[in-house]
């Protein structure tokens, strides 16, 4: 039986609209691929205060979308929405949605197989800010300025990616995990995505590792939208009591906690301490 994908933009979004102009252009407002029947929905306001009335009766939600901020770089990135912390930019305090953590990495792939040719970057983002939905979410983003959210190039490639990550989206093809540690955007946690059998959902960077207390950890991994098992530690990007008490939690939930380097070196053969 298909399942209903909605891939939602902001009018107010100039890189969210010119995606979705694309798919558009390309596939009409509703098409089916695979198993997945989508239809394009635009809103009225900023996705990151919606609630989530507006999807009742779709399976999934894609956001297409700008990305602001690090680097100071065109970057195509992927993340899912929530706040392990206060809420600074919409959704609740200490409130995670649910993640897609496959459909995240195949666009990240897909991508990624575009991104050097028009001179952009590739990065996996945590979560952070809002909404918070009880529907499985994963923003697909172009960015990092307004000359990348209205670059015809960039648009067009994030759009083909998205229908490839579409297509390409199975359930199980992957193993689901959450991470913890490091910077916003974690070259470690971007290699994982493009290069392992890992498929990143809910993830939590340094900034925020003092919030993610065993409630935080628990609700991470009940929401990480797939059948979780592992945890992907960056081991340095954690300070030492925010790391003890996170693996803690980890362990206490049953899940096996593998340091990033370990699963570099193991699936890439990239030698500990390598910079990447």
């Not at 919606?50 to 894609?62: M, Q, V």
């Not at 070259?187 to 890992?198: K, N, Q």
Request: charged share 30%; hydrophobic share 40%; net charge negative.
């Amino acid at each position: 039986m298909s399942k209903r994908l909605a891939l939602a933009y902001s009018k107010k979004d100039p890189a969210g609209s010119g995606m979705a102009l694309e798919i558009k252009d390309m596939m009409g407002e509703e098409f089916e691929i695979s198993d997945k029947r989508c239809e394009l929905i635009e809103v009225d306001r900023e996705i990151l205060y919606i609630n989530g009335s507006l999807f009742e009766g779709f399976d999934y939600l894609a956001v297409l979308s700008r990305h602001s901020g690090t680097p100071n770089h065109p970057i195509f990135t992927a993340h899912v929405s929530g706040n392990f912390g206060r809420a600074r930019y919409g959704g609740d305090h200490f409130k995670l949605s649910i993640a897609i953590p496959s459909l995240m990495k195949e666009y990240l792939i897909s991508v990624s197989k575009r991104a050097e040719e028009i001179g952009y970057w590739v990065g996996f983002e945590p979560t952070h800010h809002g909404p918070t939905l009880d529907i499985p979410t994963a923003f697909l983003e172009i960015g990092c300025d307004e000359t990348a959210w209205r670059d015809e190039r960039g648009l067009r490639a994030a759009a083909e990616s998205v229908l490839e990550a579409i297509e390409s989206w199975k359930d199980g093809k992957f193993v689901a995990a959450v991470a913890f540690g490091g910077p916003h955007i974690n070259d470690h946690f971007t290699r994982v995505e493009l290069f392992t059998r890992f498929a990143i959902g809910h993830a939590a960077r340094k900034l925020d590792a003092e919030w993610v207390d065993g409630e935080m950890v628990k609700q991470a991994v009940s929401r990480n939208g797939e059948p979780t098992g592992v945890a992907i530690v960056d081991n340095k990007g954690l300070k030492g009591e925010d790391r003890e008490r996170i693996e803690g939690a980890l362990r206490d939930l049953g899940l096996e906690v593998i340091r990033v380097k370990k699963i570099l070196r193991d699936e890439l053969g990239e030698e500990e301490g390598e910079e990447i």
